[in-house]
């Protein structure tokens, strides 16, 4: 029979796991209410369709701004956040990227993003908040195996932004761990179903865009699942190198003076946005999500949305301010798949479906994530064959393009963070650190 204790722990855990459901239900509504905003300022006619030239940099600045001097380890994503902490044996370190004052400014810094039309998502930070959630809850309840919990809580936010809770296993496995530990295993379904749960409870069940009943006839829409895949390799590939690329040279720049500096970038890329979405009459700016599941739903996007919507996901991504790549991503690679269907004359929903597996899982480099939770999203398994072989082709070929996958080439910056602030607080002491000891 368990002791009061060990219940209590038990309590503590599941606490943790519904609070994740509750608090992705509530951030998706206000991220939806966030861009509604945008679109009531940036739509229509006179200076309404210019207010992005000016409200735009000025939002960018002012978010990249506060996540550099009050929330440091709030920017970008989250999920390389999560997974640099995993590899952070001290307390004080993993704190730094997952405490509850990050939590707040992420949450904070994503919406006024929204608010500003950032091409961003709330899925990533989702899952540093989970991973957050998670971690306190340990924290609380005296339970070990810190990696186990941000293992957990990374899964539970993926599957509670997108209703997708195989989704948030195989993400758990592939992305964050690249590997599978059975003694977490536990851990991590529980924790997804429980906060799956929580948020069916608040928002229903559902299908992320929509549902899709598209299905590639073989052998005659096979040269398009090809197509889709090597396209959307090459595309996700791009995207990963550049924003590799760019962010470290940006790091380098910032180095000095790094206050004036990060201004500076947030401003250029808030107003490459802004001049991108004007010119496109609004279609890059938000999450893409309303784009992705009208094509998803069969209606072609314009020929150009993916590449403008591409630029426009960068221009954020390096921006310096908090905000996911999932939605926009998938997004991309919906404008990618409406593009090449008016090529091969095929069903608008499928060229959809197969060009967001493509680039997504391009971008990622995680094929069972990238098949798995489109699968999901779109309620469609009869097409399960045709988006897995987009997706493992186009993970093959981005690899040759970019061979460290995106997130975690980016964890490395912030595992260098956590390790350099590390060796400063212990040179203050007059102690030593070796080098590349683990933080």
């Given at each position: 029979m368990?002791?009061?204790?060990?219940?209590?722990?038990?309590?503590?855990?599941?606490?943790?796991?519904?609070?994740?459901?509750?608090?992705?239900?509530?951030?998706?509504?206000l991220a939806d209410k966030a861009f509604e905003l945008f679109s009531m300022i940036s739509e229509g006619s006179?200076?309404?369709?210019?207010?992005?030239?000016?409200?735009?940099?000025?939002?960018?600045?002012?978010?990249?701004?506060?996540?550099?001097?009050?929330?440091?380890?709030?920017?970008?994503?989250?999920?390389?956040?999560c997974i640099a902490?995993?590899?952070?044996?001290?307390?004080?370190?993993?704190?730094?990227?997952?405490?509850?004052?990050?939590?707040?400014?992420?949450?904070?810094?994503t919406l006024i993003g929204l608010v500003c039309g950032a091409s961003i998502g709330r899925e990533g930070p989702t899952v540093q908040i989970g991973a957050a959630l998670m971690l306190l809850a340990g924290r609380i309840g005296g339970m070990a195996h810190a990696r186990g919990l941000i293992l957990a809580g990374s899964a539970a936010g993926i599957a509670a932004a997108f209703n997708t809770p195989l989704a948030g296993v195989v993400f758990a496995i592939e992305e964050m761990s690249r590997s599978y530990q059975a003694r977490t295993n536990g851990v991590v379904l529980s924790t997804v179903i429980i906060a799956g749960i929580a948020s069916l409870a608040i928002v229903g069940n559902y299908t992320y865009f929509g549902v899709s009943h598209a299905t590639a006839a073989f052998p005659g829409d096979w040269p398009l699942v090809i197509t889709c895949g090597v396209v959307g390799g090459l595309l996700?590939?791009?995207?990963?190198k550049l924003v590799i690329t760019i962010t470290h040279r940006i790091r380098r720049w910032r180095h000095v003076g790094h206050g004036t500096r990060v201004i500076v970038v947030a401003g250029l890329a808030g107003f490459t946005l802004a001049a991108i979405g004007v010119a496109?009459?609004?279609?890059?700016?938000?999450?893409?999500?309303?784009?992705?599941?009208?094509?998803?739903?069969?209606?072609?996007?314009?020929?150009?949305?993916?590449?403008?919507?591409?630029?426009?996901?960068?221009?954020?991504?390096?921006?310096?301010?908090?905000?996911?790549?999932?939605?926009?991503?998938?997004?991309?690679g919906a404008g990618l798949g409406s593009t090449l269907g008016l090529v091969f004359?095929?069903?608008?929903?499928?060229?959809?479906?197969?060009?967001?597996?493509?680039?997504?899982?391009?971008?990622?480099?995680?094929?069972?994530?990238?098949?798995?939770?489109?699968?999901?999203?779109?309620?469609?398994?009869?097409?399960?064959?045709?988006?897995?072989?987009?997706?493992?082709?186009?993970y093959g070929v981005s690899r040759m393009v970019s061979p460290v996958p995106l997130y975690h080439a980016l964890s490395r910056l912030f595992f260098a963070d956590a390790l350099r602030k590390r060796r400063a607080n212990h040179a203050e002491h007059g102690e030593h650190v070796p080098h590349g000891h683990a933080a």
């Open positions: 368990a002791s009061p204790k060990h219940w209590r722990t038990r309590l503590i855990f599941w606490l943790g796991a519904l609070a994740i459901g509750v608090v992705s239900a509530a951030f998706a509504s006179g200076w309404h369709q210019w207010a992005p030239l000016v409200l735009t940099p000025l939002g960018f600045v002012l978010c990249a701004w506060l996540a550099d001097r009050y929330f440091p380890g709030s920017q970008g994503s989250g999920i390389p956040q902490t995993r590899h952070l044996r001290d307390e004080d370190h993993r704190n730094g990227y997952l405490a509850m004052k990050i939590v707040f400014g992420k949450v904070g810094l996700g590939g791009a995207f990963s496109t009459g609004g279609l890059t700016f938000g999450t893409g999500y309303a784009q992705a599941r009208s094509a998803v739903e069969g209606a072609s996007l314009p020929a150009t949305f993916f590449l403008a919507k591409f630029i426009a996901t960068i221009a954020s991504t390096v921006s310096g301010i908090p905000g996911g790549l999932f939605a926009p991503s998938l997004a991309v004359g095929a069903s608008a929903s499928l060229a959809a479906v197969l060009g967001m597996a493509g680039y997504f899982a391009g971008v990622v480099q995680a094929p069972m994530t990238a098949f798995v939770i489109i699968v999901e999203m779109t309620g469609n398994h009869s097409n399960v064959v045709p988006v897995m072989a987009a997706s493992m082709i186009g």
